[in-house]
């Protein structure tokens, strides 16, 4: 291996002692940029430092990420933490222990190729000298560089990787509060933002008397359109809040909001059409969607001795800090961002905002720990939302009903909107200090890092010709940004949907028109697993009420590959009653870790085909609560069988967004059967069931 080879989180930090430390005895201090989300990845990656450095996985610590201690790896995003993060991580260990291996040679005076070692202890022919890692890591220079040419262990010698090990961070949670949610410490002022009602509404006036009259022990803290409550009673902070419009008027000021420019539209194109013989052309699309963690955002800032730390769940504490320090004048040398882990959060939810509103006040009360918690309608109604999305196919068939050609025109709100962005700050307090800061051009991701509105807009199948167009549309003021799986989840709902349609139209089994445009032996296999496990197609007529549907992606097109299979029910509404899986995620790091990930995605997939969705009036978002937002229940759960297809030797892919858009297209797709009637738009809810059958 060649520096050429290197990960990127090793080009960007390369010291070697950015990335572990051997100071407390007997234990080994291993620090990454990536952040442990809920998805199990402070496991997995323990698990990768303890395999090379031969540890017991006992030993191992994994600190929090830290902007001042540990390196900078970007954004925790995309499903790459064991891609990047691992295989950089790997290689660090891997030369770590290579280096203790040569200070101890150097001490016994023999070669390194004649010593070994076993949790810590230096061995020479199988014995064990008086060295351990700990005594030698005084000997190694930590500055030096890793360079990804020390041999990695082999894997027929894994005894900890492909384990499924419990969780190294459940204590924390279950035992000691480990939530960012549930940090109070001595010297805390509990905080509320009173948010713009609408983006980038004006403050016009507050009725100071009656605040002052009600809530006596409250100070406020306004800038421009920023206000802020404060008060050591953390209830009376949020009564206050819920009072705000007994005494904060606000007022729209016309052509204020203005819509970014965007990139031109992407377009690709590959071969030719031969003759067609059947046209289609469908739309499919999803609304808006929040994030909905189920514990609100929250942090904690504290500004002393002109440093600002700032104690965030957000998923790119890196970037965070530079937009904080340049929205509020600090240079970067005074801002310290530290990870604390939420309770919930795939994707740009409020964690960011939450994180500078804090910065913000702590500001203005040095010496005092702020801790801002955000209410579920703040959650629900004011942190960025999941694109609303539409994608057109027009596709042909010939004479013997294979794909002539493949047209896609996809339209999608921001999925790309996170802070620093695109050369934005893009975060809401940022705006109601200056409207100025109101992003002005907005791109969508790069192909390189999977896309944003493009993500599965190509399809997987072997077509003779393709066009695949994606365009970015800023009119709405609706605030976009990330959310799990992206423009994958809308895209494969379209594509797998459009399959099963093109099937019918060439009088074609779903599952055999698709493995006759499939030449990919890894996504044949999960397709025919998921099948295989599920006796598809089963033995349900289609308009019955009850029926099967099936799926199948390959995340970015270049992730993990899964194949669902849905059956559902129908009636007044739609129960999925169960859900076959078959996966392929190339080596699993820890199974029972990529079964939780698949699984969780899936239940959350399950929820946004069924019930979630957002419809702006007016380019404004109601105050929502669950009442007005469900979300799928315990009681509502499918049953769900998972199988993966494991390759020892295939490199590991990341799990966490590869179930979003087969779940929701195979639930479509079982849906239509079940009905004998399409849906096309998402969530399936009540009103389009209706409709559909009206239709009929």
Same mark, same amino acid.
């Not at 007997?26 to 303890?50: C, D, N, Y």
């Not at 289609?280 to 500004?303: N, Q, V």
């Given at each position: 291996?060649?520096?050429?080879?290197? &990960?990127?989180?090793?080009?960007?930090?390369?010291?070697?002692?950015?990335?572990?430390?051997?100071a407390?005895?007997?234990?080994?201090?291993?620090?990454?940029g990536k952040?442990?989300?809920?998805?199990?990845?402070?496991?997995?990656?323990?698990?990768?430092?303890?395999?090379?450095?031969?540890?017991?996985?006992?030993?191992?610590?994994?600190a929090?990420a830290?902007?001042d201690?540990?390196?900078?790896?970007?954004l925790?995003?995309?499903?790459?933490s064991?891609?990047?993060s691992?295989?950089?991580?790997?290689?660090a260990?891997?030369?770590?222990?290579?280096? +203790?291996?040569?200070a101890a040679?150097?001490?016994?005076?023999c070669d390194?190729k004649?010593?070994?070692?076993?949790?810590g202890?230096i061995?020479?022919?199988?014995?064990?000298?008086s060295?351990?890692?700990?005594?030698l890591?005084?000997?190694?220079?930590?500055?030096? &560089?890793?360079?990804?040419?020390?041999?990695?262990?082999?894997?027929?010698?894994?005894?900890?990787?492909?384990?499924?090990? &419990?969780?190294?961070?459940?204590?924390?949670?279950?035992?000691?509060?480990?939530?960012?949610q549930?940090?109070?410490?001595?010297?805390?002022?509990?905080a509320?933002?009173?948010?713009? #009602?609408?983006?980038?509404a004006?403050?016009?006036? $507050?009725?100071?008397?009656?605040?002052?009259?009600?809530y006596?022990?409250?100070?406020? *803290?306004r800038?421009?359109?920023?206000?802020?409550?404060?008060?050591?009673?953390?209830?009376?902070?949020h009564?206050?809040?819920?009072?705000?419009?007994k005494? @904060?008027?606000?007022?729209e000021?016309?052509?204020?909001?203005?819509?970014?420019?965007?990139?031109?539209?992407?377009?690709t194109?590959?071969?030719?059409?031969?003759?067609?013989a059947?046209?289609?052309?469908?739309?499919?699309?999803?609304?808006? $969607?929040?994030?909905?963690?189920?514990?609100?955002s929250?942090a904690?800032?504290k500004?002393?001795?002109?440093?600002?730390i700032?104690?965030?769940h957000s998923?790119?504490?890196?970037? +965070?800090?530079g937009?904080?320090?340049?929205?509020?004048?600090?240079?970067?040398?005074?801002?310290r961002?530290?990870?604390?882990?939420?309770?919930?959060?795939?994707?740009?939810?409020?964690?960011?905002?939450?994180?500078?509103?804090?910065?913000?006040?702590?500001?203005r009360?040095?010496?005092?720990t702020?801790? @801002?918690?955000w209410?579920?309608?703040?959650?629900l109604?004011?942190?960025? *939302?999941?694109?609303?999305?539409?994608?057109?196919?027009?596709?042909?068939?010939?004479a013997?009903?294979?794909?002539?050609h493949?047209?896609t025109?996809v339209i999608s709100?921001?999925?790309?909107?996170?802070p620093?962005?695109?050369?934005? @700050?893009?975060?809401?307090?940022a705006?109601?200090?200056?409207?100025g800061?109101?992003p002005k051009?907005?791109?969508?991701l790069?192909?390189i890092?999977?896309?944003?509105?493009?993500?599965?807009?190509? #399809?997987?199948y072997d077509?003779?010709?393709?066009?695949?167009?994606?365009?970015?549309?800023?009119s709405?003021p609706?605030?976009?940004?990330?959310?799990?799986?992206?423009?994958?989840?809308?895209?494969?709902?379209?594509?797998?949907s459009?399959m099963?349609?093109?099937?019918a139209?060439?009088g074609?089994?779903p *599952?055999?028109?698709?493995?006759a445009?499939l030449?990919?032996?890894?996504?044949?296999?999960?397709?025919?697993?998921?099948?295989?496990?599920?006796?598809?197609?089963?033995g349900?007529?289609?308009?019955?009420?009850?029926?099967?549907?099936?799926?199948?992606?390959r995340?970015?097109?270049?992730?993990?590959?899964?194949?669902?299979?849905?059956e559902?029910? @129908?009636?007044?509404m739609v129960?999925?009653e169960?859900?076959?899986?078959?996966v392929?995620?190339?080596?699993?790091?820890?199974?029972?870790?990529?079964?939780?990930?698949?699984?969780?995605g899936?239940?959350?997939?399950?929820s946004?085909?069924?019930?979630?969705? $957002?419809?702006?009036?007016?380019?404004?978002v109601a105050?929502?609560?669950?009442?007005?937002?469900?979300?799928?229940k315990?009681?509502?759960?499918?049953?769900?069988?998972?199988?993966? $297809?494991?390759?020892?030797?295939?490199?590991?892919l990341?799990?966490?967004?590869?179930?979003?858009?087969?779940?929701?297209?195979?639930?479509?797709n079982?849906?239509?059967?079940?009905?004998?009637?399409?849906i096309?738009?998402? &969530?399936?809810?009540?009103?389009?069931?209706?409709?559909?059958?009206?239709?009929?």
């Amino acid at each position: 291996m060649t520096t050429n080879a290197l &990960p990127k989180s090793l080009l960007d930090n390369q010291a070697l002692g950015r990335w572990v430390s051997f100071a407390e005895p007997g234990r080994a201090l291993i620090r990454s940029g990536k952040v442990e989300l809920g998805q199990g990845i402070a496991t997995a990656l323990a698990q990768i430092a303890a395999e090379e450095l031969e540890l017991d996985l006992g030993r191992i610590d994994l600190a929090a990420a830290d902007t001042d201690l540990g390196p900078d790896e970007g954004l925790t995003a995309g499903s790459q933490s064991v891609e990047i993060s691992g295989a950089a991580l790997r290689l660090a260990m891997a030369q770590a222990r290579d280096a +203790l291996l040569r200070a101890a040679a150097h001490r016994l005076g023999c070669d390194p190729k004649d010593l070994a070692c076993r949790d810590g202890t230096i061995l020479a022919g199988n014995a064990a000298t008086s060295l351990d890692f700990w005594q030698l890591a005084a000997d190694i220079d930590w500055q030096q &560089p890793v360079t990804g040419t020390v041999p990695v262990r082999l894997r027929q010698h894994y005894a900890l990787v492909g384990q499924s090990v &419990p969780r190294i961070d459940l204590a924390a949670r279950i035992l000691n509060g480990g939530f960012i949610q549930d940090l109070l410490p001595p010297d805390v002022l509990h905080a509320r933002i009173l948010r713009q #009602p609408f983006r980038l509404a004006r403050l016009k006036e $507050i009725d100071t008397a009656w605040l002052t009259r009600r809530y006596p022990d409250l100070t406020f *803290l306004r800038q421009a359109d920023f206000l802020a409550l404060t008060g050591d009673d953390e209830y009376r902070v949020h009564a206050a809040q819920l009072d705000a419009d007994k005494f @904060v008027t606000w007022e729209e000021v016309p052509d204020l909001w203005q819509p970014a420019t965007v990139a031109p539209a992407k377009q690709t194109t590959l071969g030719s059409t031969p003759p067609v013989a059947k046209t289609f052309t469908a739309c499919y699309s999803r609304a808006y $969607i929040a994030h909905a963690s189920i514990g609100p955002s929250c942090a904690l800032a504290k500004y002393a001795d002109g440093h600002l730390i700032i104690r965030s769940h957000s998923q790119g504490i890196f970037p +965070l800090k530079g937009q904080i320090g340049k929205i509020l004048g600090l240079a970067p040398d005074r801002v310290r961002v530290i990870h604390v882990p939420g309770a919930g959060c795939y994707g740009h939810n409020g964690a960011d905002d939450a994180a500078l509103d804090a910065a913000i006040v702590a500001l203005r009360h040095p010496g005092r720990t702020i801790r @801002v918690q955000w209410s579920r309608t703040d959650e629900l109604s004011r942190a960025p *939302l999941g694109a609303a999305m539409s994608a057109r196919i027009d596709a042909g068939l010939d004479a013997e009903g294979r794909i002539t050609h493949w047209r896609t025109n996809v339209i999608s709100a921001p999925h790309a909107q996170r802070p620093g962005f695109g050369g934005e @700050v893009n975060l809401t307090s940022a705006e109601a200090l200056d409207p100025g800061r109101l992003p002005k051009a907005i791109d969508d991701l790069p192909e390189i890092a999977g896309g944003g509105a493009s993500r599965n807009a190509t #399809p997987i199948y072997d077509l003779p010709h393709r066009e695949i167009n994606v365009a970015l549309d800023t009119s709405s003021p609706i605030r976009t940004s990330s959310l799990r799986s992206l423009g994958a989840h809308l895209n494969v709902f379209a594509i797998e949907s459009a399959m099963d349609e093109l099937a019918a139209l060439a009088g074609a089994d779903p *599952l055999d028109f698709r493995l006759a445009h499939l030449t990919d032996p890894r996504c044949r296999a999960v397709l025919q697993g998921a099948a295989d496990m599920s006796c598809w197609p089963g033995g349900h007529e289609i308009g019955t009420g009850r029926g099967m549907g099936l799926a199948v992606a390959r995340y970015k097109n270049k992730g993990a590959w899964l194949a669902a299979v849905a059956e559902v029910t @129908v009636d007044e509404m739609v129960r999925v009653e169960k859900l076959w899986l078959c996966v392929d995620a190339g080596l699993l790091i820890n199974p029972a870790g990529a079964r939780n990930q698949i699984e969780g995605g899936t239940v959350q997939a399950v929820s946004w085909a069924l019930k979630e969705g $957002i419809q702006p009036e007016d380019g404004r978002v109601a105050a929502l609560t669950w009442e007005d937002y469900p979300i799928l229940k315990f009681s509502e759960v499918p049953q769900i069988e998972t199988r993966f $297809i494991i390759d020892p030797a295939a490199s590991p892919l990341g799990t966490g967004e590869a179930s979003q858009g087969p779940v929701t297209a195979a639930i479509g797709n079982a849906v239509a059967r079940a009905l004998g009637q399409r849906i096309r738009d998402l &969530p399936l809810i009540r009103d389009r069931l209706v409709a559909a059958l009206d239709a009929l």
